[in-house]
C-alpha cells in the first residue's frame, strides 16, 4: 500500500531534526515512491512511499518523532492502470 507522509518539523527542535534526517536509514521494507520534498519557507515537508503495513512506517518514522509531527495516510491512486 502506498501511503503519503506529511511532516512539520517542532521549531524548537530544528536543530535535532537536521541531525537526525541526517542519520536516517530506509528500511528495505520501505518503497520511497516520491522522494521526501520540503516546502520552501516552511519547517514542514512530504513524502509517498509503499510499504505492506502501517506499523513499518510508523517504526521507521518513530526515531524522529520527538522532533516532528508526522501525518501519515493511506492512499489510492486517482487513475489505477
Known amino acids: ?17 537536521i541531525k537526525a534526517v541526517e542519520k536516517f536509514e530506509q528500511p528495505k ?4 515512491v516520491f522522494a521526501a520534498h520540503f516546502c520552501v ?3 514542514r515537508g512530504i513524502a509517498v512511499v509503499e ?3 502501517a506499523a ?3 517504526k ?3 526515531q524522529m518523532m520527538d522532533y516532528t509531527n508526522f501525518n501519515v495516510t ?8
Open 1 to 17: 500500500m502506498k501511503f503519503l507522509i506529511e511532516w512539520t518539523i517542532k521549531p524548537k527542535y530544528r536543530k535535532d531534526a
Open 41 to 43: 519557507g516552511a519547517q
Open 29 to 32: 521494507t520501505v518503497k520511497t
Open 74 to 81: 493511506p492512499i489510492l491512486p486517482l487513475f489505477p492502470k
Open 56 to 58: 513499518v512506517i510508523h
Open 60 to 62: 521507521t518514522l518513530s
Open 51 to 53: 510499504a505492506e503495513d
